[in-house]
């Protein structure tokens, strides 16, 4: 469990920030969700979210593969066509990490570890109340420059929320060694559904 749980960690981490030279991206996020994908194959066949989530990282790996080689920061690429294919990433990468969560829950679930779960499961909620928020804010944000401000404590906050989340998968490395007297519990017919 913990090589499966880091290399999600790693994936997301590689997906999650953004490092440019030239407007190409040197931690290209194809990359993230490959090893993502990988991480998530080990949950695949005992909890359905980890099935789901591997499906919509494989079809990311196709998608996300503009975003490479184009900055969506820039102005022109943020209009018609690259806009809405952009801001479709952006929506199954929310459901993505919807689904990584709902495994999480599983997880803490299937090893008794209640802390976990409850925490798991408030951070869910916050996350993506702040994501589609930002999300939301920043389609319009280009129209209306009076929502640029907001759109910017929004993109600081959802920066936090993206950190707090990387914490949490980071902590879920360990659940198997702390629960070594307890096995899974879960019957993947009560898994979560995906």
């Known amino acids: 469990m913990r090589h499966a749980i880091l290399q999600m960690f790693w994936g997301l981490m590689i997906v999650f920030f953004d490092f440019r030279f030239n407007s190409f991206d040197i931690l290209m996020d194809p990359l993230g969700y490959i090893i993502l994908a ?3 194959g080990h949950f695949a066949t005992l909890y359905k979210p980890a099935k789901t989530g591997q499906i919509i990282s494989i079809i990311l790996i196709v998608m996300s593969i503009p975003e490479v080689f184009i900055d969506t920061n ?37 090893y008794n570890n209640q802390e976990l779960k409850v925490r798991s499961e408030k951070t869910m909620k916050a996350y993506l109340i702040i ?11 280009i129209n209306f420059r009076s929502l640029v401000a907001l759109f910017i404590i929004l993109a600081i906050v959802g920066f936090i929320a993206h950190i707090v989340f990387l914490v949490l998968l980071f ?4 659940l198997e060694d702390n629960n070594d007297e307890n096995e899974p519990t879960l019957n993947h017919e009560n898994s979560t559904e995906g």
């Open 131 to 141: 994501m589609i928020a930002v999300m939301f804010f920043s389609t319009f944000s």
């Open 74 to 110: 820039v102005q022109p690429f943020m209009l018609g066509f690259w806009h809405f294919y952009f801001l479709a990433v952006s929506i199954l990468s929310i459901v993505l990490t919807y689904f990584i969560f709902l495994l999480l829950i599983d997880l803490a679930d299937a």
């Open 171 to 174: 902590k879920f490395r360990n």
């Open 38 to 40: 990988v991480g998530l």
